[in-house]
């Protein structure tokens, strides 16, 4: 079992950063590919990032390729993302999952078992 919680978010002005945190509890963390997926008002929930569970890979949305920059601390049980160069289009509720599938991709939803609450992320144009 995974719990996860997200923090960091926040209001920024379009050009800012801010850094994303998901603290985890369960002694399986180091197991499990961590993502973040973020859902903008009344559209789908899309993937962001995501980062094996040794680092040695990681995934980005295309738009966020160069500006975002997804990372891990298994020590600290602890998975961030820093978010650089904001767009108002970066808006939206950031969810940090947790999950280890064989059988779909780690950029799709359904790889991941668990899920955080989400943090919201408001940026102003």
């Known amino acids: 079992q995974v719990q996860l919680v997200e923090s960091g978010g926040g209001l920024v002005q379009a050009g800012g950063s801010l850094r994303l945190s998901c603290a985890a509890s369960g002694r399986t963390f180091s197991s499990y590919a961590m993502g973040w997926f973020r859902q903008a008002l009344g559209k789908e929930r899309e993937f962001v990032a995501a980062?094996?569970?040794?680092?040695?890979?990681?995934y980005y949305k295309d738009s966020v390729k160069g500006r975002f920059t997804i990372s891990r601390d298994n020590a600290k049980i602890t998975v961030f993302l820093q978010m650089n160069s904001l767009k108002p289009e970066d808006t939206g509720v950031y969810y940090c999952?947790?999950?280890?599938?064989?059988?779909?991709?780690?950029?799709?939803?359904?790889?991941?078992?668990?899920w955080g609450q989400g943090t919201q992320v408001t940026v102003s144009s």
């Open positions: 999952a947790a999950g280890s599938s064989t059988i779909v991709p780690v950029t799709t939803a359904q790889f991941y078992r668990y």
């Open positions: 980062i094996r569970w040794n680092a040695d890979n990681t």
